[in-house]
């Protein structure tokens, strides 16, 4: 009688084996040989895909299906052509799944130490955006700060529909929503270095952060080597990614002209001004510099994107 497969999720691909996450604990696996013949447009399997095993010997495996993704984080691989257009894939372009079927990226900034970087924020969003993800604000050292002080440095985002987190990795504070947020989810932990991404992942599971941060440390050598992150399973089914590879946005190539779509709030303006190809910095006729004057777009966001629609980094 054949075996039952089992059900799992990748969570470590390194060199040639799987690392699976199942119910019935990790297994360490291989990839049957006419899976890699199969041809598929993307990487053949990254972390976060869902796969079916079959187990071997104690701890070993043999994945043996992979299921279609529903959405990947997922750059240009690097070559010689280096074709625009961001991690939306086209004709011809390769592409290179840092992880495989992502619901939501997390983007961890902090209330003060250090004070909340709003340019790299926006930034982060457009990546969000861009990929079609979710993405919840966490707004972490919520301590060091009144509740007044906090709502009023991020007041502009949940009235674009991200939901902001208040959190505190030192008093727990809103660390169960955390928790309830990444429940039966792959969410990607992204933002600056020292805000509590590692505290926050301890605060979830003690050791975590630790985990964590042991991988970064190795991924983060070489800033060009290949990203290939790890994991993390608070349960079963939900688990997360502290990925260097998300955090700069040299990797992701935004067109300029397809910026303001990205920017939610200016996404209805854009049709109403006088030239098609408006940048909405300088052109007469502009509906979304009229709209930043009416007050309907924030200042601070509207800045945002003329810094990154000139090429400016952060
Ligand atoms: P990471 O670089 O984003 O992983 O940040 P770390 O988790 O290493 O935290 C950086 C520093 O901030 C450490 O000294 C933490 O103890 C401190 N820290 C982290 N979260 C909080 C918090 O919620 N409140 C306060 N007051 N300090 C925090
Ligand atoms: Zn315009």
């Not at 010997?57 to 750059?75: D, F, K, N, Q, Y």
């Not at 109403?272 to 601070?300: L, M």
Request: charged share 25%.
């Amino acid at each position: 009688m054949p075996q039952a497969l089992l059900t799992g999720t990748v969570v470590k691909a390194q060199s040639g084996f799987f690392v699976v996450h199942t119910p019935r604990g990790d297994f360490t696996c291989h990839l049957r040989g006419r899976l890699k013949k199969e041809k598929r447009s993307t990487d053949l399997i990254a972390v976060g895909d869902r796969v079916e095993i079959s187990t071997q010997s104690e701890g070993g495996g043999m994945i043996e299906t992979i299921a279609p993704r529903h959405s990947a984080l997922a750059r240009t691989a690097p070559s010689g052509y280096k074709p625009r257009g961001g991690p939306r894939r086209r004709e011809g372009e390769s592409q290179q799944v840092i992880v495989a079927n992502v619901d939501q990226v997390v983007l961890v900034f902090a209330c003060a130490e250090p004070a909340p970087h709003m340019r790299m924020l926006d930034r982060f969003l457009v990546i969000a955006e861009c990929a079609r993800l979710p993405a919840v604000i966490c707004a972490n050292k919520s301590d060091l700060v009144t509740v007044e002080q906090a709502e009023s440095l991020f007041e502009v985002y949940p009235r674009l529909g991200y939901a902001v987190l208040y959190t505190s990795a030192e008093t727990l504070a809103h660390v169960a929503e955390l928790r309830h947020i990444l429940t039966n989810k792959i969410s990607v932990f992204a933002g600056p270095s020292g805000v509590g991404k590692s505290s926050l992942l301890n605060a979830l599971q003690p050791g975590l952060g630790i985990k964590a941060r042991a991988v970064q440390q190795v991924t983060f050598k070489g800033r060009h080597t290949t990203v290939h992150p790890e994991l993390f399973s608070l349960d079963s089914t939900s688990f997360v990614a502290d990925t260097p590879g998300i955090r700069t946005l040299e990797l992701w190539d935004i067109e300029p002209e397809e910026l303001d779509g990205y920017f939610v709030e200016m996404r209805p303006y854009v049709k109403d001004c006088d030239f098609s190809d408006c940048t909405h910095t300088h052109e007469p006729g502009c509906a979304i510099r009229k709209a930043v004057e009416a007050g309907h777009i924030t200042p601070s966001r509207y800045e945002s994107y003329c810094r990154m629609r000139s090429g400016d980094l952060f």
